[in-house]
C-alpha cells in the first residue's frame, strides 16, 4: 500500500510567493465584479407564520405519540386515527395549487413607501424589480415572440381550467415566493413568503394564513353545512305553514264565536287540529335544525398561531458581502491551484 506524503505547505508557499502580484488584481477584480453582479438583484424579505391545526378524530395516547414523534412519524399516526382526507401533511400540497395561489391573487397589498396600492396579481405583473440580464433577455423573448396584452383585472375570479402564458408564469412566481413546510415531530404547519417589499411580504403570509384557515374550515364542514342548510329551508317551511294554519284557525274562531250549529263548530276544530299538526311538526324541525347548528359548531377546526406575521426589518437576502467573500475565497484557490499546476 502507497503511503500518502503530507502536505508541504512551506513548498507550496515558496511556490506561491513569486506570484503574489496575481492575486493583487484578481481578489479585487474578483470581489469587484462579483458586487456588480449581486447589486443587481434586488433585496427581498422573508416573513414566517406558523399554526397549529386541530386534529381530526381520536388522539393517539401519550406515550405512543411521544415515542411515534421521536421517530418522525407522529404525522403519520395521526393521519391513521383521522378520517380526514385533508391532513396537516398535505397542507403544503394544497397552498401550492393553483386553485390556492389563484385564491390569493385579488388580495389587496400595498407597499411600505405607500407608492404602490393593488391587487397581488397586479403587483406582481407591474411592480416587480429584476437584474437587468433578466430585462435584457425578457426583451429579446418579447422581441422574438410578442406575448399577447394582458387585460386581466386581477380581481374577477381566474379560470385555473385555462391559463394564458403570462398568468402561468406569474402563478409560478407566487408559488415560488410563498413556502409552506409541516413539521412531523411538532404537527406545526409553517408558512414562509418572500417578497421584494417588506409589509406586501407581511400583508401575503398573514393572507395565505388566513386563506388556508378557511379552506380548512369550509372542508371540514361541508357536510355539517349542507344538513344545517338543509334543515333551516325546512325550517323556515314549516313555520310559514304553522303561521298560515295558525291565522286560518283564529279567522274561523272568530268568526264563529257565537255560532252553536255543529258543522261550524267541527269546522274551527279541524283547523286546530291541523294548526296543531303543523305546529308539531316545525316543533320537531326546529329541534333538528338545532342540533344540526350544534354539529356544524362541532366539525368547525380550531387553529393555535404560535407565530403571527410581522413586517421584517431586515432584508433575508441575497447575502452579498457573504456571497463576494465566498467568490474571493474561491478564486483564490482556483488561481492557487492554477499557480501550482503550471509550476510542476
Known sequence: MEERKPIDISNI???????????YYVLPATLIITYLFI???????????SLAPETDGPSVSGSISSLASSFGIGGSLAKLNS????YAEIYPDVINSKKFIAELMPVEIKTKKGDVKCNYYTYLRDYQKAPWWEFIWGTIR???SPTPKDEYNGKDKISVFELTKLQDDLFKQAQGNIKCTFDKKTEIVSITVYDQDPL???????STCKKLQDFIVAYRTSKARIDYEYYKKLCEESKAE????LNRYASSADAHTKTVMAIYQAKVESLENEMQA???????????LQTARAKLQEATPAFTIIESASVPIKPAGPKRMIIS????????????????????
Open 83 to 86: 378520517q380526514d382526507a385533508i
Open 200 to 206: 406586501v411580504c407581511a400583508i401575503m403570509a398573514d
Open 325 to 344: 467573500i465566498a467568490m474571493m475565497i474561491l478564486s483564490f484557490f482556483v488561481l492557487s491551484g492554477y499557480i501550482l499546476l503550471k509550476s510542476k
Open 142 to 144: 418579447e422581441w422574438i
Open 39 to 49: 447589486v443587481c438583484i434586488p433585496r427581498y424579505y422573508s416573513c414566517k407564520v
Open 13 to 23: 508557499i515558496k511556490k506561491l510567493w513569486p506570484n503574489r502580484k496575481k492575486y
Open 242 to 245: 304553522y303561521e298560515n294554519a
Open 278 to 288: 303543523k305546529y308539531n311538526i316545525y316543533n320537531s324541525i326546529n329541534t333538528q
